[in-house]
C-alpha cells in the first residue's frame, strides 16, 4: 500500500488510501447494498460504521486552531474566505476521493497511475511526501512561538530562538520515530481534544463573554464587512492557506465501503463534516477578531495572543501557560505519530518500482525508512537556519506555508483529472460511491487548486514593502526545485537495479 499521511493537525485521521476490507465470517449477518451497475453485494453488518460516525472522523482528520490567526485577520469576512474554499475545493475532493478510495485500493498512486500513467502516479506520491519537507519548519515555527509565551513572549518574533526550536525538535523526533517507539500510537486522537476541541471551546467562550460583558470587538462585525475589502490580489492571499487547512478531506474515503448505503449516506456524512470543520476554523478565527487589532497578529503567536489578551482581560493571566504547554504537547505528538508516515509510504513505492536510489530505500531494524528521513531533514535544517536570518518570523511562515501548499496542489491536479479519464476509460469497475455531474465537480476542484497555486505566488499585503524578487525566489523556487525538479530528476535517471530485490520481476514503467 502507498498513501502517505497528511501531516495536518494532530495527524492522520485513520485514512489509508485503501479500501476496507469487505470479508466476514461465513456466520457473519449480512445486509444487501446495490453497486453502480445495479448487482448486489453483500457487506458484514459488524464491518459497518454509521454516517454520523464517518463525519466525525472525517472531522477529527481536517480541524485544527492552527490557521486561525490568518484568517481572524480579516475579522467577520473570515467566514466567507472559510466558506468559498469549503465549497470549491473541500466539498469536491471530498466526493471525489470518495469514488476512486472505493473503486481503487493503492492511495493517489493507484489512482493517478490507472488514469495518467505510473510516472505521474510517482509526482503525485512524490508530491505528498515532498509537501512536508516546507511543512515542517513552519508547524514548528508555530510551536516555537507558543511555547515562547510559556518562557517569554517576546521570543515569539526572535528568527534565531525559532531556528533553534526547528532544528533541535525536528531531530528529536526524527530520533524518537527512528527507534519505532510505539508509546506514541495513540498521541492522535489526545491532540485533536488537548489541541483543538479544549483549548478551541475555551476560545469561543471567552469571546462570548468578552462581548457580552459590552466591550467592543477588535474587528467590526457588521454586515458592511461580511466581505474582505478590495485592493488587489494581495488582499485575499491568505485564503491559500485555507486549501491547506482542508487537505487531507479525502482521505476518509476510504471508509465509503463501510456504510450501509453509500450513494445517500456518504453525501450526509460530508455535508455534516464540513459543518462541523466550519465551525472549529470560523468560529476561533472571529473570537481571536474580537480582541487582537489585525495589525497585531502574528501568524504564529495569534493563538496564544488571543488567549493572553482574555485571560489578562479575565485576571487569570497565569492560564496562558497552561493553555500553551497543551497547544505545544499535542502539535509534538501529532507530529510524531505521522513523522514516519509520507515516507514510508514513498519508500515503499520506491522498492517496488525502482523511483529512489538504494540509499535512499534503506530502513532500519525498526522498520523506519531512516535514510530519507535524514536527507529531508538536512533540507528541514537548512530551511530552520533561514529564520535566524529572517526579520520578521510571520513573512518566513507564510512563505513555506505558501510552498507547501502548492506542492500539495500539484497531487490534487492530478487527482481531479485522474477522477475524470477513469469515468471514461474504466466504467466497468465497481465504485461504492458514484460522484454526481462528476466531470463539473472535479473541474470545479481543479480550477480552485490551480488559481490557489497560481495567488500563492502573489505576496499578501500585510507584510509590508519587502522585496517582490525576494518572494518569488524563495516561493517559486521552493515549488519548482521541491515539486517538480526532484521527481523529474528521480525519474530521468532510474535504474532497473533500483528496484529492490523483494520485487525483482517488476519492471520500470516507460
Not at 207 to 215: A, E
Not at 324 to 338: C, I, K, Y
Not at 391 to 410: G, H, K, P
Amino acid at each position: 500500500m502507498t498513501r502517505t499521511d497528511r501531516p495536518g493537525q494532530s495527524g492522520p485521521g485513520g485514512a489509508d488510501g485503501g479500501a476496507v476490507t469487505e470479508a466476514g465470517t461465513a456466520t457473519a449477518q449480512r445486509i444487501e447494498q446495490r453497486d453502480t451497475q445495479g448487482a448486489r453485494r453483500a457487506v458484514p453488518v459488524q464491518n459497518t460504521i454509521s454516517w454520523v460516525t464517518l463525519a466525525l472522523m472525517t472531522t477529527a482528520s481536517v480541524a485544527s486552531l492552527r490557521p486561525s490567526p490568518a484568517m481572524g485577520i480579516y475579522g467577520l469576512a473570515a467566514v466567507f474566505l472559510y466558506l468559498l474554499p469549503a465549497v470549491v475545493f473541500l466539498l469536491p475532493t471530498a466526493l471525489v476521493g470518495a469514488e476512486l478510495a472505493s473503486g481503487w485500493t493503492g492511495g493517489i498512486y493507484r489512482w493517478v497511475s490507472e488514469a495518467l500513467g505510473k510516472p505521474l502516479g510517482f509526482v503525485a506520491v512524490w508530491c505528498q511526501f515532498a509537501m512536508t519537507i516546507a511543512y515542517y519548519p513552519s508547524l514548528l515555527a508555530y510551536v516555537a512561538s507558543t511555547f515562547a509565551y510559556v518562557v517569554h513572549p517576546s521570543l515569539a518574533e526572535d528568527g534565531l530562538y525559532v531556528a533553534i526550536v526547528i532544528v533541535v525538535i525536528y531531530w528529536a523526533g526524527v530520533w524518537v520515530t527512528s527507534r519505532g517507539t510505539k508509546t506514541v500510537a495513540g498521541l492522535s486522537s489526545l491532540g485533536l481534544v488537548v489541541g483543538t476541541l479544549v483549548p478551541g471551546v475555551v476560545l469561543v467562550a471567552l469571546g462570548v463573554v468578552f462581548l457580552g460583558q459590552g466591550n467592543e470587538p477588535a474587528a467590526p462585525m457588521t454586515a458592511d464587512h461580511w466581505l474582505p475589502p478590495w485592493t488587489g490580489l494581495a488582499s485575499l492571499v491568505l485564503i491559500v492557506n485555507n486549501f491547506l487547512s482542508y487537505a487531507g478531506m479525502e482521505m476518509n474515503g476510504v471508509h465509503v465501503s463501510s456504510l450501509r448505503h453509500p450513494r445517500t449516506e456518504y453525501p450526509r456524512s460530508i455535508f455534516l463534516a464540513t459543518g462541523l470543520v466550519l465551525l472549529i476554523f470560523i468560529l476561533p478565527a472571529l473570537a481571536i477578531s474580537w480582541v487582537m487589532p489585525s495589525e497585531e497578529l502574528s501568524l504564529t503567536a495569534g493563538l496564544m495572543q488571543a488567549f493572553q489578551a482574555f485571560f489578562d482581560h479575565f485576571g487569570v493571566g497565569w492560564m496562558t501557560k497552561v493553555v500553551g504547554v497543551m497547544l505545544v504537547l499535542a502539535a509534538l505528538g501529532g507530529m510524531l505519530t505521522w513523522l514516519a508516515g509520507p515516507a514510508k509510504g514513498l519508500v515503499a513505492l520506491a522498492r517496488q518500482e525502482g523511483y529512489l536510489p538504494p540509499f535512499l530505500q534503506r530502513t532500519n531494524r525498526h522498520g523506519v525508512p531512516l535514510n530519507i528521513m535524514v536527507a529531508q531533514g538536512v533540507v528541514t535544517t537548512l530551511i530552520g537556519v533561514l529564520y535566524a536570518f529572517s526579520d520578521d518570523v510571520s513573512s518566513a511562515y507564510w512563505m513555506f506555508s505558501v510552498i507547501t501548499v502548492q506542492i500539495y496542489l500539484i497531487a490534487y491536479l492530478l487527482m481531479f483529472v485522474a477522477v475524470v479519464r477513469l469515468r471514461r476509460t474504466q466504467p466497468q469497475v465497481r465504485r461504492g460511491f458514484v460522484v454526481p455531474a462528476v466531470t463539473l465537480v472535479a473541474g470545479v476542484g481543479f480550477v480552485a487548486s490551480a488559481c490557489a497555486l497560481v495567488i500563492g505566488f502573489v505576496p499578501p499585503d500585510q507584510f509590508g514593502d519587502a522585496p517582490l524578487w525576494r518572494y518569488l525566489l524563495i516561493v517559486g523556487g521552493g515549488l519548482l526545485v521541491i515539486g517538480v525538479a526532484a521527481p523529474a530528476a528521480f525519474l530521468k535517471f532510474r535504474r532497473p537495479e533500483w528496484i529492490h530485490p523483494d520485487h525483482h520481476s517488476a519492471r520500470p514503467a516507460d
